[in-house]
């Protein structure tokens, strides 16, 4: 789908900068003596950056596949291209909404993304076909990056940006 991915990077990389420009602009008390590291902009700026590197490098790839050119409308391929898109990302935003509306504030911060990375990698990563064994070593690397990416978050936010999680 490289045609969603090119459209989906330009979203990207919009929001992030956006993010990151916003970000900016908020106050950092630098007057009240206030440490550079817990200024209320920092956290979502670094974000917004990173958002639109990652939107940057979806896009690199993109168009490398041809994702630049117009698609073919109204192609048998095209629309299936469209009907697969819309799916997974409605599947995107049940999934993040629910962590955002369900999980957090609900269990501990950690298990929360724990289970967020879990089945978001495991949903979007599950191969179509393959044997058992590789189906479960899927399910092993998504709970493995689950643990790994909710421990790297939640120090990150407590030590690093000294913000209370939940």
């Known amino acids: 789908m490289p045609r969603a991915d090119f459209l989906f990077s330009l979203l990207l990389i919009a929001l992030g900068l956006a993010a990151a420009v916003e970000a900016w602009r908020m106050p950092r008390f630098e007057n009240l003596g206030v440490h550079p590291m817990t200024a209320p902009g920092l956290t979502p700026g670094l ?5 639109a590197i990652l939107g940057a490098v979806l896009m690199a ?10 698609a073919k409308q109204g192609t048998v391929e095209g629309r299936a291209e469209g009907r697969a898109v819309a799916g997974r990302v409605a599947l995107t935003l049940v999934l993040t909404i629910g962590y955002a509306a369900i999980l957090v504030g609900h269990l ?7 289970i967020f990375v879990f089945l978001f990698v495991a949903i979007f990563e599950w191969p179509a076909q393959g044997s058992l064994r590789d189906r479960l070593r899927g399910l092993a690397i998504a709970l493995v990056l689950a643990a790994v990416i909710a421990a790297a978050v939640t120090y990150l936010f407590e030590e690093i940006f000294l913000v209370r999680l939940p």
């Not at 974000?47 to 958002?51: N, S």
């Not at 501990?108 to 724990?114: E, G, I, R, S």
């Open 47 to 51: 974000l917004g950056l990173v958002v």
């Open 61 to 70: 790839g993109a168009i490398r596949a041809g994702g630049w050119r117009r």
């Open 108 to 114: 501990p911060f950690w298990l929360a993304t724990a």
